[in-house]
């Protein structure tokens, strides 16, 4: 289908506050490590209107204006310091705006949607040879001419997670509202090494987790597959998410309920290992998570704080009773969901300090990957004129290996366990999976279709 | 440049000779004039009331002779207030103030140079290193649609910036002065890069619905001292239209006079120029006497365009791709200070005391006819103006005048500030220097101001008005919220 969204024009928007020249701000272990990576956000909202499209746009972009004057990182620039890490220099440079101009309403828009079409909604420029001109963050206003508006938001995963880009999302609309943001942008780093005296580093535990998981990253070879990849997106309701959680649950097991995640992950873990046709076992698989709260970190922190962890199953299981099977994989899930502590975590950051990381390499080249991104709030993102976003769409780039799922909360359902998943996929493993059985059990909407 | 006297001049005694000699020159008037009504008081004293009747009595005068003297008394009074030319009051200006959301800090400017100019790394280089030393600051502000990469310079554009600019400082001017759209007798808008049809001076009619009798002239064309070549207009026009009202709008629309190429001496102006326009209010009635700013003392206008150098040397052209552009010659520094000696020279004797005037003779005569090796004397100009408002043309011109005309660093502070919080706003800079001086608290009344500008031609106007009333702060402007931050000091060099 031929494109329908045009974009109009291209420009730089910059804080309405000079910033102090020669300010610095380094950026952690964790941000460096994600190098690779870029996010790439779609919000889509209805608009009242009132307000004539073109109008709309500008006073988004004076708001912007205002709200980047918070956000100094976001309108730096990269620059290696003298070990040549990155670092950014808070230079006041700006962030590339886009507007852009689609065809129809934003109801039809998202009625046809898939993710090529999706993606043309949120621009991205890869680095450049020379990153000090390079904007690591990119807004994009595209306009529904009967009606609607979509800001897309794509950022460098050097910078940000996906939670702080939501928080730099909600940011902007409370500026736009007239409020004071809510909790403000704070950069630091991450939290410093701990003394000496912390217990000695037993070597002899076989579960070194994060650490040795980030290692097997980095020493595999990056071998990446040149395979199509294509997005669903699937939501399910507060009941079938329910239903999804007491499946996952042993029969007559007395241990807690598994969370939503848990449950929603091992369902999509065991369905994927099916589609792909893994008999014994499941695929490679890794989540990723938010840390903050373990860290302690203030609501406010922007960096990167989201790990990646392995899942593995533990032996001797009996994986032939295929009702045990989704069982197994959630609670192997929530094993390694609540094995994640500070003292390990702070390993880790120590580890990757030491080994000077060279950060060439992507995260995502080859498992699975299911990440948890309960902790976004994007509904909460509402704008003056606009009102609750009616979609959100989050995407973590480039995809390879076997794939990514992420699962968002669904606030356009009524209680608090609906939720979300877009799943990235090699398109024929996507077609399968949209018929599956053990998924249509649930009955989930379709949200986006694989492209045909 | 020291005078014809010993070099001592850093001797303190020498400064109090110095002063001495200043005050007896320039009140020698009323120093003679005080002995000799001394005597003659003295002397009627002494003769006593009746010597004094008896001394009237014996002019024998006649009701015929006393009335025609008084009759020739009246006449020579009533030929002498007609002939007198009308005093033209500032009554007030606004400057207008660009959105924030306009800013240009170096960063983005010479990333969107980068990315536009990417076949000429030479030429972002040069860019580069002119704005690290134009003595601009990361608040100067450009039109939207510079901001585009590339930009987009349309007509519609232009018009669009011409109006939110134009408009701004109108709306600005007319709830200061409480003028009433009706009452605008004359307008003069100048502009001189941008003159679409209809002219600029028929928008601002066409927006405020002015009277159908309107005098309006519309100034293109005539480069950075258009401001003040339009204030000489509206003070000619003032004086032939008696009870009227004139607005001057400078403003320079940067819209579509942003160079596309790559030559480098047209891409300096690209730097230097920034959004800004003044609106100011001038009139001839003496019922706004009271509550005016501001009188017109002089204005002088030079032009050196008789010299094909000084002509050439801002010149508006194609570039070897067809895209036009301003071109700056290197000598521009040399003429304009050229310019200058000229208007200096017209000026001069207008202004300055006598007691510099009978110096600047004397070393004149003595240079003719004694020795013509004598340092000329550079009158000090600082004892004919208490402020200089000299046109942020660029650092260099500032420079250049403060060394010429002997300036302190306090002198050219307001021009300093304005090319660092403004840019170079071509014409309307005067203005926002003006308001400088204003917010800062230094205007008081008496007070004379210079304003000189400079301009393609080349050309070298100056204005002088002398303070109707002390300005108290704070005052509404441009400057409002950011006056107590300034002064700034401005580095030689800023590292981009």
Redesign the interface.
Known sequence: MATTVNIV??????S?K??E?GKYLPLSVLDRFMEKNHIRMVYYYQTSGELELGKLTKKL??TL?EMLTHFPIVTG?LLRDDMGHWKIKC????VRTLEAKAKGSVEEWLRNVDREKELELVYWEDMLEKPY?W?TFYVQLTEFEEGGLAIGLSCTHLLADPICATRFMKAWADISLGNKITSPPIFHPLPPQRSQNKKPNNNSNPYMGLISHYKSIIEKPIFVKEAKYTTISMGFSHHMVQACMSMAQFIGSSSPSPTPFDALAGLFWVTLSKIKGIKNGFVDMSICLDVRKILGLDQGFFGNSMLYNKVHLEENLNLDLTENKFPQATRAIRDVVAKIDNDEIMDLIEWLENNDVNSSKMMNVHDLIITSLEDVDPYLAMFQDMFKPIRFSCYIEPVFGEGHVLILPNPLDEGPLGRVVMVTLEEEDAIKLCEDDFILLFSPTILMKCVK | MPPILPDFSSSVKLKYVKLGYQYLVNHIITLTLIPIMIGVTIELIRLGPNEILNLWNSLNLNLVQILCSSFLVIFIATVYFMSKPRTIYLVDYACFKPPVTCRVPFATFMEHSRLILKDNPKSVEFQMRILERSGLGEETCLPPSIHYIPPKPTMESARGEAELVIFSAMDSLFEKTGLKPKDIDILIVNCSLFSPTPSLSAMVINKYKLRSNIKSFNLSGMGCSAGLISIDLARDLLQVHPNSNAVVVSTEIITPNYYQGKERAMLLPNCLFRMGGAAIMLSNRTTEKRRSKYRLVHVVRTHKGGDDKAYKCVYEEEDREGKVGISLQKDLMAIAGEALKSNITTMGPLVLPASEQLLFLITLIGRKIFNPKWKPYIPDFKQAFEHFCIHAGGRAVIDELQKNLQLSTEHVEASRMTLHRFGNTSSSSLWYELNYIESKGRMKKGDRVWQIAFGSGFKCNSAVWKCNRSIKTPIDGPWADCIDRYPVHIPEIVKL
């Open positions: 024009c291209k420009r730089t928007v910059v309405t000079a910033i020249p972009r004076e204006s620039r230079n006041d440079a700006g001109y904007s």
